[in-house]
């Protein structure tokens, strides 16, 4: 059974996690909103009300591994030590409603995907009971199941009894007595309540509606700033083609006036050669 990992040693791991994963290694996707915990039951895969019998250490693997560790999976744990563990559960009751779980209270799991990662954790202690989304991969092994990127795992606190017991037939389990202690208002509010994924897949569906009305809108606000620029181009265009003409008028009229000055002094010149001509032909 591993030692648990003191904190001051998982801070330096988050530290490190999000420095060698770099500045995105620990963001959340630009379009995530928080989701509360009756939400994300309804979304989760599995739920299950279990103890933890016993914890195993688990191999730097496919699903127990952090951003700096570069080699394959099965390889050296690279300093990883004993932050992977898988835990051994014996389910309390049957799996809540709407699981795709098919197994009775009293049957015993394996659960692997547990220990201190760079950007979150499930962690889990010998001897105590949780409430769990799971989820099971394609070689039908179970992992917790953060839905929307939040908490997968929920310590027995009568306040987490009280969030989930709806979700459980609790008629057939091993600690009924305990887990039926919620008070009457909250069954008024579980059948008064909204279907949470409904809602916020309208609420994302509302959300992209509007982000793409908003990108609509900066194309046409671009498109009309470039044709503000055109009309800015064309009114330049046209008031130097003005300015043009006006000095093209400007020099054909100083040009007729020397043309009908000149034409004034022709007469006088053709009489002057006339008389240079006669008085020419008398001295012959």
């Known amino acids: ?14 530290v490190l996690g999000g420095r060698a994963g770099g500045g995105g290694g620990c963001q959340l996707p630009a379009e995530w909103r928080p989701l509360s915990e009756g939400c994300r039951a309804e979304l989760a895969a ?66 692997t995907g547990l220990g201190y990662f760079s950007c979150h954790s499930h962690t889990v202690m010998q001897g105590y009971a949780y409430f769990f989304f799971l989820r099971m991969d394609e070689n039908y092994i179970l992992l917790p199941h953060g839905v ?21 037939q609790f008629s057939n389990c091993s600690q009924a007595q305990h887990v039926l202690s919620f ?6 509010q579980e059948d008064n ?3 949470c994924s409904s809602v916020q897949k309208a609420l994302f569906e509302e959300e992209d509606r509007v982000k793409k ?3 609509k809108v900066a194309a046409l606000e671009k498109r009309n700033k470039q044709l503000r620029e055109r009309v800015k181009k064309v009114k330049r265009s046209l008031r130097q ?12 009229r100083k040009l007729s006036e020397k043309l009908s000055s000149a034409g004034g002094q022709i ?10 001509s006669h008085s020419t032909y008398l001295k012959v």
């Open 46 to 111: 599995i739920i299950v009300y279990a103890r933890v019998l016993a914890l195993h250490p688990d191999p730097y693997g496919a699903y127990n591994y952090l951003p700096w560790q570069r080699g394959p999976p099965g390889g050296p744990q690279q300093g990883a030590g004993d932050l992977f563990y898988s835990a051994e559960i014996e389910l309390l009751c049957d799996q809540a409603w709407g699981s795709m779980l098919e197994v009775p209270a009293g049957s015993r799991l394996n659960l």
């Open 1 to 14: 059974v591993p030692v648990p990992v003191p904190v001051l040693v998982l801070g330096l791991v988050l």
């Open 267 to 276: 007469p006088y010149i053709n009489s002057l050669k006339q008389e240079n």
């Open 213 to 215: 009305l908003q990108q």
């Open 183 to 188: 008070s009457s208002d909250w069954e008024i």
């Open 193 to 195: 309540r909204l279907m």
């Open 241 to 252: 083609a003005r300015k043009n003409s006006r000095h093209m008028e400007l020099v054909n």
């Open 148 to 168: 929307n990127f939040q908490e997968a795992i929920f310590p027995d606190t009568q306040e987490n009894r009280r969030m989930f017991a709806s979700l459980f």
